[in-house]
């Protein structure tokens, strides 16, 4: 069975700390991609990358980075946390125009 | 660019009810337009999907047909269930794009 693994479901920081979210996919897909998930505003795209050590801005990436250092592997930084980046947070794969698979979510509360 | 609007919930039905949602969407080119399901608890998964103009998606009871001249792609379904308790998103992804664009979502409660 496919899986998008999110390595934390549930996460508490405080204000200030950099914070990594990570994600692991096991079926060798190109192309990996960073959600936020806010009530009333659907998902709304952090970061991408379609290749290992490639990374593209996606509408919302302003206080976060990113990192494919292996193509199974796709990590999301909050350098320095803050209250507006509580959120849920969606880490999906796919191949070429195929469909997304989503890992579970990581519900993260800045404090 | 392209965006995505649906209908706003949440939306509570009784068992054996009829469910519509409503999509319409603004894109370039000829874009192709999905439904995704998120049950509580879990991350989204692709319920139905749609490629071209007049084409039909359809699962586990649910339709959807893809109208260009309307830019609509509504989704349905003639019985639904307690199970079918979710929230529905619509999105739709550009032939030359990797990305999708997403709809806000909407919650769907179904009642016994």
């Known amino acids: 069975d496919v899986k998008v693994t999110q390595s934390s479901r549930y996460l508490v920081k405080r204000t200030g700390e950099k914070v990594f979210l990570e994600c692991v996919q096991d079926?060798?897909?190109?192309?990996m991609f960073w959600y936020r998930q806010d009530p009333g505003l659907g998902l709304r795209l952090i970061y991408f990358?379609?290749?290992?050590?490639?990374?593209e801005k996606g509408d919302i990436p302003e206080g976060y980075s990113v990192s494919r250092e292996k193509k199974e592997r796709f990590s999301l930084i909050l350098e320095s946390a803050s209250t507006n980046q509580t959120s849920m947070y969606l880490c999906?794969?796919?191949?070429?125009?195929?469909?997304?698979?989503f890992g579970s979510g990581t519900q993260l509360s800045v404090l | 660019g392209n965006s995505v609007t649906q209908m706003e919930g949440p939306v509570t039905l009784s068992e054996e009810a009829f469910l519509t949602i409503n999509c319409t969407y603004t894109?370039?080119?000829?874009?192709?337009l999905f439904w995704y399901v998120q049950y509580p608890g879990e991350g989204l998964q692709l319920l139905l999907k749609?490629?071209?103009?007049?084409d039909k998606g359809s699962n586990k009871g649910f339709e959807a047909t893809y109208r260009k001249e309307t830019t609509s792609f509504h989704l349905e379904k003639g019985s639904v269930q307690v199970s079918d308790s979710a929230v529905y998103f619509c999105?739709?992804?550009?032939?030359?794009?990797?990305?999708?664009?997403f709809g806000a979502g909407t919650t769907v409660t179904v009642r016994a």
């Open positions: 990358s379609y290749d290992v050590k490639m990374k």
């Open positions: 894109a370039t080119g000829y874009p192709s």
């Open positions: 079926m060798d897909h190109e192309n």
């Open positions: 999906a794969s796919k191949e070429g125009n195929e469909k997304l698979f």
């Open positions: 749609a490629t071209k103009a007049d």
């Open positions: 999105a739709l992804s550009d032939v030359n794009d990797y990305k999708l664009s």
